[in-house]
């Protein structure tokens, strides 16, 4: 009788052990995916991943593309929530797209606050910007001259107040600078088919 009374209890235990070690797998495992779960839900925002671009390794390549990362940014200016610093970090990113005449044509402070300004009216307006399109490659016009490789495209924007959307639609005149970056030189609406 003690054999079996020892080897009852021995299985009581080992059970007890195995219970306790499936809960405790069961723990881990739950804490481990919903801790995974956590990460894949923190999503970056659209600032924070137009402020990740390192533009030191990787300037866009093309003057379609320096319309195009300048056309995100633009979206984040008017449509995403951020801080001061985010702002200025965001402004400044945007300049580095800038050819050095158009930065020399203010101040530092006056550029902060034009485009502080500019985004503050669109908000008040209740304006965000739905979209943008830069011109197709095939659609970028180059030329030369004075020495410099030049490109003009267009960038339409798609704006929205409400549920009313309206299209505006700019030229960029780019120059290509001693990096062989191209640099936004200047930009201005497009004239409309009427010569408005």
């Known amino acids: 009788m003690k054999t079996k009374n020892g080897s009852g209890i021995k299985i009581i235990i ?10 405790g797998y069961y723990f881990y495992l739950t804490h481990i995916k919903s801790g995974k779960g956590k990460e894949a839900e923190t999503e970056i925002s659209a600032v924070s991943e137009v402020l990740m671009r390192n533009l030191d390794k990787n300037y866009p390549p093309s003057a379609r593309e320096v319309i195009k990362y300048y056309g995100e940014i633009t979206k984040c200016f008017y449509n995403e929530e951020y801080t001061d610093e985010e702002f200025e970090k965001l402004a400044l990113q945007i300049q580095r797209l800038y050819d050095d005449e158009l930065i020399a044509n203010q101040t530092q402070q006056q550029y902060f606050d034009n485009l502080k300004w500019d985004v503050n009216n669109f908000r008040e307006q209740g304006i965000v910007i739905s979209s943008f399109t830069p011109s197709s490659s095939v659609d970028v ?23 009313e959307l309206a299209k505006t639609e700019e030229v960029f005149l780019l ?7 191209w640099k936004i030189y200047g930009f201005k609406l497009a004239d409309d088919e009427n010569g408005q």
Not at 14 to 23: D, K, P
Not at 175 to 181: E, L, M, S, V
């Open 14 to 23: 080992i059970g007890v052990i195995l219970v306790g070690m499936i809960a």
């Open 141 to 163: 016009e180059t030329f030369s001259k004075d020495g410099f490789d030049w490109s003009e495209l267009y960038c339409s924007f798609t704006l929205r107040k409400g549920t």
């Open 175 to 181: 120059r290509k600078d001693k990096d062989g970056h």
